[in-house]
């Protein structure tokens, strides 16, 4: 079983809202990411969980916080959002981060 | 230059036909490659994943790595509809960071 599961599937905040996405796995990997998608683009890489540490930020800016409370679970906190942050949210998981990563489904989100 | 060059398409080919897709990258420590398919508004599913050079097979799909050309390419035979997607080829050194290509449209016409 290869699946990562992600919820919510949609969510529509305003800009002085406060959420979170939550991404889940449960096939032992120990390296998660967060990736963003815009409309007709590839994914692009927001942060790396290595063994419930981040040890990769790609220069992110601080409305958006993530979490790793344990090795299945990881979160995405949300607060003060642009409208052009709006995209698809995607989580995606590897075993020990050198091998394949598989993802979700992604959360698509959208900020008024 | 972008490190991951990828044709976006469309690509339209009739049904039954043999789709070539292509990357070329200029990242020589590139040692991981991937191709995963993404269907409007889902998450991209794995396809295939090749370390280092070669070839692979599955099922309908062949993967082909050259590193001397710094040349990736996914063949799906006997292409069907439901093949209608986005291709992403995705390439890291170190397994952690993917970069992917612009990620190409298919369109198979029945």
């Known amino acids: 079983d290869t699946e990562v599961t992600q919820t919510p599937k949609h969510l529509v905040m305003g800009m002085t809202n406060k959420k979170s996405l939550k991404c889940e796995q449960h096939?032992?990997?120990?390296?998660m990411y967060w990736y963003k998608q815009k409309a007709k683009k590839p994914p692009e890489l927001m942060f790396v969980y290595s063994y419930e540490k981040l040890s990769i930020n790609e220069s992110v800016p601080s409305r958006f916080s993530p979490e790793c409370p344990n090795s299945s679970l990881l979160n995405l906190h949300l607060h003060a959002l642009q409208p052009e942050d709006s995209a698809l949210y995607l989580c995606a998981s590897s075993q020990t981060g050198r091998e394949t990563q598989y993802f979700g489904p992604g959360t698509r989100l959208l900020v008024l | 230059q972008k490190e991951v060059e990828q044709d976006p398409g469309p690509l339209s080919v009739p049904e039954g036909a043999i789709v070539s897709l292509n990357c070329t990258y200029s990242?020589?420590?590139?040692?991981?490659f991937m191709w995963y398919r993404q269907y409007s508004r889902k998450g991209p599913e794995l396809l295939m994943y090749t370390y280092s050079s070669g070839n692979k097979e599955d099922g309908r799909f062949t993967a082909q790595v050259d590193k001397s050309s710094k040349y990736i390419s996914l063949f799906i035979r006997d292409s069907q509809p439901s093949d209608s997607a986005t291709y992403l080829c995705a390439m890291s050194a170190d397994g952690n960071k993917l970069v992917f290509g612009a990620g190409t449209i298919l369109r198979v016409k029945s």
């Open positions: 096939m032992g990997h120990r390296a």
């Open positions: 990242n020589s420590a590139f040692q991981y």
